[in-house]
């Protein structure tokens, strides 16, 4: 198709982000191939060639609401004239292409709540400038004006049409992708990243990604490894930790203090893929989890919350190509899968090779084409 030039708007454009992050970057470095992008940020952590970026000033970073205003102003601004795309991956009013990555806020404030705790909850939504400020912005993102939405799952795409009636009719599911499928590390590259991680040489590493631990599924992860038998057995967990001697001491009361190990926020995640012998995602809440499909990628295991609690899982089959835990915050279930795995090999082989058959059909590559055959049709070109 024609060369465009594509407007992306996302406050933060860094791979050592979450999801959300990740994809923007992911997509953006793809379609900088055959495009001319430019990226309106208000930081930058993923400088690549062949991207224009253009600063969004911090006027104000707290609140957070006020910010966010001021972000959607000024990228409005910004982008009204020159562009054949504007793609937001932030809620603003603005963009013919809207990315959805998390839950409509109008959701889960609202989500299992009827009579009077409804009433008391509008009430308080109403009263809150942060809240009215959120949701004003949400609802002016759904305007039926010929724009199109991409959802990131089939569960976000289910939720965001019952949420606002209509969306559905604009509404495509593109979801994360692998740059390349890494396969099966060795023994010896295994113990290489380890030291470099600083980690163990010896026994199991569970790894467990995340920058929300609480929400990732950490303190079940803690418990589940006091469950184990084998003290060999530790886990290692990358992301920002912002409350670690909260994490640590509940460790240390379990009798497993010696065996979390944080590695911190980093770029390069594959290398703690690398180290690993399973990635376990007992998350309470992900519309996808990319981490999951990139740990398959690595020939993981992967044990992961239901379909309920996480996006992916909605496309994976117990047993075949991932084990799913039924309920999250069930530590024994969790402890049971681990030790599943060490003691059926057959098991292990089989979630490895179809994990990495799953995520070799979905690369960003093709994630950039379906964008691009988006943008055609806004545009109305041939793509």
């Not at 600083?198 to 790894?207: E, I, K």
């Not at 926020?265 to 499909?293: F, K, Q, S």
Request: with cysteine; hydrophobic share 45%; net charge positive.
């Amino acid at each position: 198709m024609q060369r465009l030039r594509i407007a992306f708007l996302t406050k933060n454009f860094d791979t050592k982000g979450g999801g959300a992050e990740r994809y923007a970057v992911a997509l953006a470095e793809q379609l900088s191939e055959r495009h001319e992008v430019h990226v309106f940020s208000q930081s930058v952590g993923a400088m690549l060639p062949g991207i224009n970026y253009h600063p969004v000033r911090w006027a104000v970073r707290r609140p957070r609401w006020i910010n966010q205003l001021l972000f959607a102003y000024a990228t409005w601004r910004m982008t009204r004239q020159g562009y054949d795309v504007v793609h937001s991956h932030e809620n603003v009013w603005h963009g013919q292409v809207q990315t959805l990555h998390v839950l409509p806020m109008r959701h889960t404030l609202l989500r299992e709540k009827s009579g009077l705790k409804r009433l008391w909850k509008l009430l308080g939504m109403v009263s809150s400038p942060r809240l009215l400020a959120h949701l004003g912005l949400e609802r002016s993102r759904f305007q039926n004006d010929g724009r199109v939405y991409v959802a990131v799952s089939e569960t976000l795409h289910a939720i965001v049409a019952q949420t606002y009636k209509g969306s559905e009719r604009a509404m495509h599911v593109i979801p994360p992708g692998i740059t390349e499928v890494a396969g099966a590390a060795s023994a010896q590259e295994r113990l290489a990243s380890r030291e470099a991680l600083g980690l163990p040489l010896q026994g199991r590493c569970l790894l467990l990604v995340g920058n929300d631990l609480r929400k990732k599924g950490l303190g079940c992860v803690i418990q589940a490894l006091a469950l184990l038998s084998d003290p060999s057995d530790f886990v290692a967990v990358v992301g920002h930790v912002g409350q670690r001697a909260v994490w640590e001491a509940m460790a240390r009361d379990l009798g497993v203090g010696s065996q979390l190990h944080f590695l911190g926020m980093r770029e390069d995640v594959g290398v703690a893929y690398v180290a690993a012998d399973i990635l376990v995602h007992p998350t309470l809440e992900d519309t996808y989890a990319m981490v999951v499909l990139e740990a398959m990628s690595h020939a993981l295991p992967v044990i992961v919350s239901q379909a309920a609690y996480c996006g992916i899982s909605a496309e994976l089959t117990h047993g075949v190509n991932a084990l799913l835990l039924q309920d999250p915050h069930d530590a024994h279930a969790l402890a049971q899968a681990v030790s599943q795995l060490r003691d059926s090999p057959d098991l292990q082989k089989r979630l490895c090779e179809r994990g990495v058959e799953f995520a070799a059909q979905r690369t960003w590559a093709s994630v950039a084409l379906r964008h691009e055959r988006l943008y055609a049709d806004l545009r109305g070109i041939a793509a």
